[in-house]
Nanobody
Framework: QVQLVESGGGLVQAGGSLRLSCAAS????????MAWYRQVPGKERELVAA???????YYADSVKGRFTISRDNAKNMLYLQMNSLKPEDTAMYSC?????????????????WGQGTQVTVSS
C-alpha cells in the first residue's frame, strides 16, 4: 500500500502564492505517475496537474502558466507551486499516484489518493 499525505494549504489573498507538498510512503516502488486534483463541494473533481515517471507534465487550462508540478524521487515528494492565485482556485487539493508511468488526466485512473489540504483564496 501507498500512503500520500499533503501539506502546505492555507488562506492566501488573490495574487498570492502557495506551495503544496505531498509525502509518499509505504510501497513507493510501485509509484510512477503522480498528480494533483482539486474539488469544490458540489462540483466535479478537476485534475489540475500531472507528472509522468519520466518527468513529462500536464496542466489543466485553468492553471496553465500559474501552477508548476514537480517531484523529488529521492525524497518521495511531490510538489505543486501555485502562483497568481485566484478566488476560483479555492478548493481541497489532493495528491494522486498510480502504478502506470503515463501522466493520465482522468482522476479515476490513479491508484492511490491522499486526504487533501484546503486552499482558500480571498478576493
Amino acid at each position: 500500500q501507498v500512503q500520500l499525505v499533503e501539506s502546505g494549504g492555507g488562506l492566501v489573498q488573490a495574487g498570492g502564492s502557495l506551495r503544496l507538498s505531498c509525502a509518499a510512503s509505504g510501497s513507493i516502488f510501485s509509484i510512477n505517475a503522480m498528480a494533483w486534483y482539486r474539488q469544490v463541494p458540489g462540483k466535479e473533481r478537476e485534475l489540475v496537474a500531472a507528472i509522468s515517471s519520466g518527468g513529462r507534465t500536464y496542466y489543466a487550462d485553468s492553471v496553465k502558466g500559474r501552477f508548476t508540478i514537480s517531484r523529488d524521487n529521492a525524497k518521495n515528494m511531490l510538489y505543486l507551486q501555485m502562483n497568481s492565485l485566484k478566488p476560483e482556485d479555492t478548493a481541497m487539493y489532493s495528491c494522486l499516484a498510480r502504478r502506470g508511468g503515463m501522466a493520465v488526466t482522468t482522476v479515476y485512473e490513479y491508484d492511490y489518493w491522499g486526504q487533501g489540504t484546503q486552499v482558500t483564496v480571498s478576493s
